[in-house]
């Protein structure tokens, strides 16, 4: 069983969590509480929770001072986390821009894994490009901005028009195709399965937040498909702390995004969305093993009138940054939607708290303890037992949804 208090690993006197000491929704009333757990010492549940977010930094100057951390967390051993990060630095005519990213996949972990591979890809190809254009010149904030969201576009685009390539008049000559015609094309693992892996990928998706930020700091933009969630924690002139959201959720919650969706039909991935029905019956309904049971899917596709009823165009924020030394400092944090859930109302006192402990803190303790798992341990409880509750507890299914987050230093 995930975390299970019988698992050697976890050593502690055994303790009872009920319903609402477990932070977030995705536990119920009815999961038979109360259940055991084991009571870590701070070392320990410190140790231990490092052990299970996946944790990595990178820094990007010699003093420390710009410098990314990250996570992905997923207390339920059995069940492998669908969300991903990335941080890169993006090297461009002699330069190096950075780019940091947390993105949150469902109903599979194959396009995620694949998005979060290729999109800084991606990005520094269109980048590449509009550099090149401008020559000595700066490429102005606008333009960035736009080729920021036309390369996720287009990443989002080549995920189904890599499939429609494989049969030669595309979408159209499928109705001229058997089913078992269409099955020798896609289903080629016995030849490498070059076919099956690009067809798979229409079958899921994900979420995407991604920040790049220029050469010389004066910069960043934003770009938000989905619910995962960018704040700006700023230190002010009464060593207090500001706390912004930059992204609005883009999911039925938010009545701006329902209103987008009205109006053009308005994520990556999730290609059945996207495409006329003929696509998801002919094409992934014939990917290996098949769909057993097709009804769920052909209850929307009966509906399925005038796609795409989801929109790979971004969000995109530029936001004006202050890099000299004197400047207040500043965190960019991404987090998925796993993180805000398990924040619930207390997200800004949790940053809040955070920040303080953070500024508090010297070089060496910075090095030694990422940011990110500090912001994780403070929206657990900040405490052992309440951490060792959401490590060692003893249930079968996930009591926690995925966690992500990203903390850059700017």
């Known amino acids: 069983m995930g975390g299970s208090p019988e698992c050697s690993c976890y050593t502690g006197p055994t303790s009872f969590a009920s319903f609402g000491d477990i932070p977030g929704n995705l536990c119920s009333p009815t999961d038979d509480w109360p259940r055991p757990f084991r009571n870590l010492n701070h ?8 052990a299970a977010s996946n944790l990595h930094s990178v820094k990007f100057d010699p003093t420390g001072r710009w410098r990314a951390d990250a996570l992905n967390f997923q207390p339920c051993a059995e069940t492998p986390s669908q969300d991903r990060y990335a941080i890169q630095q993006i090297h461009i005519q002699g330069r190096v821009w950075t780019l940091s990213a947390v993105f949150d996949g469902h109903l599979g972990s194959h396009t995620v894994e694949h998005v979060a591979h290729h999109m800084p890809i991606i990005v520094r190809e269109h980048l590449e490009l509009i550099t090149r254009k401008h020559g000595d010149r700066v490429v102005p904030p606008p333009l960035i901005a736009d080729m ?7 990443f989002d685009d080549a995920i189904a028009n890599d499939v429609l390539e494989l049969f030669p008049d595309g979408l159209s000559s499928l109705s001229r195709l058997s089913d078992l015609q269409i099955q020798e094309v896609l289903d080629d693992q016995l030849s490498g399965g070059q076919n099956y892996t690009k067809a798979r990928l229409c079958m899921y998706g994900t979420t995407a937040l991604v920040a790049l930020v220029d050469p010389d700091y004066q910069n960043l933009w934003l770009a938000n498909l989905g619910d995962c969630q960018g704040l700006m924690v700023s230190e002010t002139d009464q060593k207090s702390w500001n706390v912004e959201v930059l992204t609005q959720f883009h999911n039925g919650e938010n009545p ?10 308005p994520g990556l991935g999730d290609t059945p969305f996207k495409q006329p029905p003929e696509f998801t019956r002919r094409i992934l309904y014939n990917l290996y093993p098949g769909q057993h049971d097709t009804s769920p899917w052909e209850e929307f596709l009966m509906r399925n009138h005038t796609p795409p009823y989801i929109s790979s165009t971004p969000e995109v924020t530029h936001y004006p940054l202050d890099p000299s030394p004197r400047a207040p400092r500043k965190y960019l944090i991404l987090c998925s939607d796993g993180f805000t859930d398990i924040c619930g109302t207390n997200q800004r006192a949790i940053v809040d708290q955070w920040a303080r402990a953070a500024a508090r803190s010297n070089s060496r303790e910075l090095d030694e303890k990422s940011l990110a798992l500090r912001l994780l341990w403070q929206a657990l409880g900040n405490d052992p037992k309440s951490v060792s509750r959401v490590l060692t507890l003893n249930m079968d299914s996930p009591w926690l949804d995925d966690v992500s987050i990203v903390v850059q230093c700017l």
């Open 43 to 50: 070392d320990a549940a410190w140790d231990h929770l490092a």
């Open 148 to 154: 920021f969201s036309m390369a996720i576009r287009a």
């Open 256 to 265: 701006l995004e329902v209103q987008r969706v009205m109006n053009e039909h």
